[in-house]
């Protein structure tokens, strides 16, 4: 309690220093003022002094590189602040406008993504666990349900997931050596959820809301563009060849526009007649039996809601409620995006290309043919589906899920591959000679848990024929 008192009390006299050097009046201030003293600005400080104290904390004890992101993280959040007393003292913008106010909190972001970059660090996992995280920030371009992105409650849960991979790689490399990166990482995960998601549940539900009565902003004169920033943007990943140069869609125009300086139509996608869920065969008439095997592949609606296949805020491509589609395809992908396929049945999504990682939720009957993955591919909550890999991936993890062929090619033999809570999971790999069949590989259901000297050792059930 006495830390959250000190951080407002440090809030306040910052503030009024800054009108002080200013010269401002009271009166002329007012707008500003009450603005600060807005419910959902005090709520996001005591969020901040309550979440982010941990955070720091540990960060101090760590020090170097990790002390450093955790800082250029509590940047982010004072800018954040900063951006929602704007907010209360500005009407909606157009995308322009919007891509103009949201830079601050864009400039910060690409600070944070230049730390993972150039050679390894030791703190790797923290430098990309925290700058992954910033993405749940930009909760806050939410502009309405045309906009491309989730609710903002969906939307930092979401985004949380890029951070998490890394995230669980510190807990668990640390879990017996140094508390100090447990508790950092426990800290982080908690600052967004519950932290800010809980913050954004109770004041920003629907997105933030922008002043009614002040006056629009008007838009800057034409002026040159600036230079494009690195790779690493969280809202820029657009690169110099020619494959990844398409328009982005929705919010990722508005973020392509604060370095770019192109005219905001050219961030629009145009949606081909075979994506538009609309154009289905048609459904009159008996269907005869020649036409039952493509029948199947017809799309349709899940009652989760409406199938999706887009790139989300340059970063993630998001696959949802397919139903009997065999072509999905997502050939225009990079090694800084991961795949989220979740809620589809009885369809075949294919990764042309090498993407950071891919999770496989809550699907029946789906399969995934891909080339690389630079993390891991992860299956949860399935029910048969199949998986290839016709390139490498460090790890392939398989939770609650019943059923699952996953088929290794000769570069991906090197594989870990993690189990739990599954049955009925095969593995085909290469035979010995080019020409040989796949070799299939049950992999174990049943344990033995024997306790000898002092501990208990673990074997598969072996079966008699196997």
């Known amino acids: 309690m006495e830390e959250r008192l000190m951080v407002r009390l440090e809030s306040a006299v910052a503030r009024l220093e800054a009108l002080s050097l200013r010269g401002g009046s009271v009166v002329e201030s007012g707008g500003y003022d009450a603005a600060v003293m807005d419910p ?45 007393i704007k907010i209360k003292q500005t009407q909606k913008p157009d995308l322009a406008g919007l891509a103009e106010f949201l830079k601050p909190l864009n400039e910060v972001i690409v600070k944070a993504n230049s730390m993972t970059e150039g050679r390894r660090s030791d703190f790797f996992n923290h430098l990309k666990a925290a700058a992954d995280s910033f993405t749940a920030l930009a909760w806050i371009a939410y502009t309405g349900k045309d906009c491309g992105m989730s609710m903002p409650i969906a939307y930092v849960e979401e985004s949380w997931q890029m951070a998490e991979f890394y995230n669980n790689k510190i807990l668990v490399e640390y879990k017996n050596k140094d508390p100090s990166h447990v508790e950092w990482a426990k800290a982080l995960k908690e600052l967004y959820l519950p932290g800010l998601r809980d913050y954004v549940k109770s004041h920003y539900p629907l997105g933030p809301v922008w002043s009614a009565t002040a006056k629009a902003k008007a838009a800057a004169p034409s002026a040159p563009a600036p230079p494009p920033p690195p790779p690493a943007s969280l809202f820029s990943s657009e690169s110099s060849s020619p494959s990844s140069s398409k328009p982005k869609e929705g919010m990722a125009a508005v973020f392509q526009e604060i370095s770019s300086g192109k005219p905001v139509t050219a961030g629009l996608r145009k949606v081909t007649d075979n994506m538009k869920t609309k154009n289905r065969a048609d459904r009159i008439g008996v269907v005869g039996a020649s036409e039952k095997e493509s029948r199947t592949s017809t799309p349709s609606f899940s009652k989760a809601g409406p199938p999706k296949l887009e790139l989300q805020m340059g970063r993630k491509w998001v696959v ?30 294919q990764v042309q290309g090498k993407v950071n990682n891919i999770t496989i939720d809550k699907c029946t009957k789906m399969g995934l043919v891909f080339m690389d993955v630079v993390a891991a591919c992860e299956i949860v909550n399935c029910s048969g589906v199949e998986v290839q890999c016709q390139g490498s991936a460090p790890t392939i993890s398989v939770d609650n899920t019943g059923g699952c062929q996953l088929y290794l090619s000769k570069d991906s033999l090197g594989t870990s591959i993690t189990t739990a809570k599954t049955s009925e999971i095969n593995v085909l790999v290469p035979g010995a000679e080019p020409d040989d069949d796949l070799v299939e590989h049950a992999l174990p259901q049943q344990f033995i848990h024997m306790f000898k000297d002092g501990h208990f050792e673990t074997t598969p059930v072996s079966h008699s024929g196997g």
């Open 40 to 84: 959902s600005v005090v709520a996001f400080e005591d969020f901040m002094g309550t979440y982010f104290g941990r955070v720091s904390s540990a960060g101090e004890k760590i020090g170097g590189q990790v002390l450093e992101v955790t800082k250029i993280l509590e940047q982010a959040l004072n800018v954040q602040k900063e951006l929602l």
């Open 320 to 349: 949802e409620n397919q139903i009997g589609r065999k072509n999905l395809v997502i050939d225009d992908c990079d090694a800084k995006q991961s795949v989220y396929i979740f809620g589809c049945k009885d369809s075949v999504l």
